[in-house]
């Protein structure tokens, strides 16, 4: 199996900045690509931004500017720097990752979430 582990979470005041990260580990012999969706009390979960493996990216309008997905293929991890955040991106934070576990064998996973609270 694979783990997805989320860190970076936390309270911070509108205009401020935080970084996530996604480490993965566990049976992998390729990630093939790698998302971070986050969701809102109340609402659905969404899309911020994905990465493949060769390093095209993929941003959801409202963060567009703001935000910024990177991925280290080495390390397996996955981060999204987030700058001038708003109260609106108040949400929990999920990695989602597409990782061939074995030769053409795909399997997706979903990590625990991260908590990212904006204060106005």
């Known amino acids: 199996q694979v783990q997805l582990v989320e860190s970076g979470g936390g309270l911070v005041q509108a205009g401020g900045s935080l970084r996530l990260s996604c480490a993965a580990s566990?049976?992998?012999?390729?990630?093939?690509?790698m998302t971070w969706y986050r969701q809102a009390p109340g609402k659905q979960r969404e899309l911020v931004a994905s990465?493949?493996?060769?390093?095209?990216?993929n941003y959801v309008d409202s963060v567009k500017g703001r935000f910024t997905i990177s991925g280290d293929n080495a390390k397996n991890t996955m981060y999204l720097q987030m700058n001038s955040l708003k109260p609106e991106d108040t949400a929990a934070y999920y990695c989602?990752?597409?990782?061939?576990?074995?030769?053409?064998?795909?399997?997706?996973?979903w990590g625990q979430g991260t908590q990212v609270s904006v204060s106005s």
């Open positions: 990465i493949t493996s060769g390093g095209s990216t």
């Open positions: 989602y990752a597409i990782v061939e576990v074995k030769y053409g064998d795909y399997v997706s996973f």
């Open positions: 566990g049976r992998i012999f390729r990630i093939n690509a």
